[in-house]
């Protein structure tokens, strides 16, 4: 006998903090919810360069248990000029991205959320009202097919659902870089607590 396909209300693929945020605020609706991401270990994807103001602690409700570190003042170097603002408190925070991802999806896996780590999303076709969505365990290359009534992309900026074959597409507007520079430790010392950009 055949196994019976599992059905989602939605499926998030890509499980950063914009995934997991949204599994948070959905399964806080009741929804049935599964979220699936590439890697098996959140540690495999700890990236955080971004500053945040402090009002986001509060406005998401976040502990401060998924904070990296504080900073009061900002810095930003252009080839021609540099301008730093500096606060007597603190200002804003940086996330630590392992922490902040595990916080929002036990907050989602509290209220039923189903996660699925280390599955990669294969494909999708329409399937009458639903979506019939292929994913691949990456341990073992197994393929299995689920049902949503909602897909949500939360890849970032590969956007591996809307854009597959990644050709021009027209919700790209612009382009953006980011760079992580390592610094070595008297650097890094020197300014503890500023945000900086160059």
Same mark, same amino acid.
């Given at each position: 006998?055949?196994?019976?396909?599992?059905?989602?209300?939605?499926?998030?693929?890509?499980?950063?903090?914009?995934?997991?945020?949204?599994?948070?605020?959905?399964?806080?609706?009741?929804?049935?919810?599964?979220?699936?991401?590439?890697?098996?270990?959140?540690?495999?994807?700890?990236?955080?360069?971004?500053?945040?103001?402090?009002?986001?602690?509060?406005?998401?409700?976040?502990?401060?248990?998924?904070?990296?570190?504080?900073? *009061?003042? #900002?810095? %930003?170097?252009?080839?021609?000029?540099? !301008? +730093?603002?500096? &606060?007597?408190?603190?200002?804003?925070?940086?996330?630590?991205?392992?922490?902040?991802?595990?916080?929002?999806?036990?907050?989602?896996?509290?209220?039923?959320?189903?996660?699925?780590?280390?599955?990669?999303?294969?494909?999708?076709?329409?399937?009458? *009202?639903? #979506?019939? %969505?292929?994913?691949?365990?990456?341990? !073992? +290359?197994?393929? &299995?097919?689920?049902?949503?009534?909602?897909?949500?992309?939360?890849?970032?900026?590969?956007?591996?659902?809307?854009?597959?074959?990644?050709?021009?597409?027209?919700?790209?507007?612009?382009?953006?870089?980011?760079?992580?520079?390592?610094?070595?430790?008297?650097?890094?010392?020197?300014?503890?607590?500023?945000?900086?950009?160059?």
């Amino acid at each position: 006998m055949k196994n019976k396909i599992k059905k989602y209300d939605v499926v998030i693929i890509g499980a950063g903090p914009a995934g997991c945020q949204c599994a948070r605020m959905l399964a806080d609706k009741k929804l049935k919810i599964l979220i699936v991401d590439q890697f098996k270990d959140f540690n495999d994807n700890d990236f955080s360069s971004a500053g945040s103001p402090l009002e986001i602690l509060n406005e998401f409700n976040l502990p401060e248990s998924v904070i990296g570190s504080v900073w *009061n003042e #900002l810095k %930003i170097y252009t080839s021609k000029t540099a !301008n +730093s603002w500096l &606060s007597d408190k603190p200002l804003g925070v940086v996330f630590d991205f392992t922490k902040l991802k595990q916080f929002l999806l036990s907050e989602a896996k509290k209220k039923g959320c189903e996660i699925r780590l280390g599955y990669r999303f294969l494909e999708y076709e329409l399937n009458d *009202n639903d #979506l019939l %969505i292929t994913i691949e365990n990456l341990h !073992n +290359s197994e393929k &299995s097919k689920i049902l949503s009534t909602i897909l949500v992309d939360a890849t970032g900026p590969s956007r591996a659902i809307i854009n597959p074959k990644k050709e021009n597409c027209r919700l790209i507007n612009a382009v953006g870089l980011e760079y992580l520079i390592k610094a070595p430790k008297d650097i890094q010392n020197y300014f503890p607590n500023a945000l900086q950009f160059f």
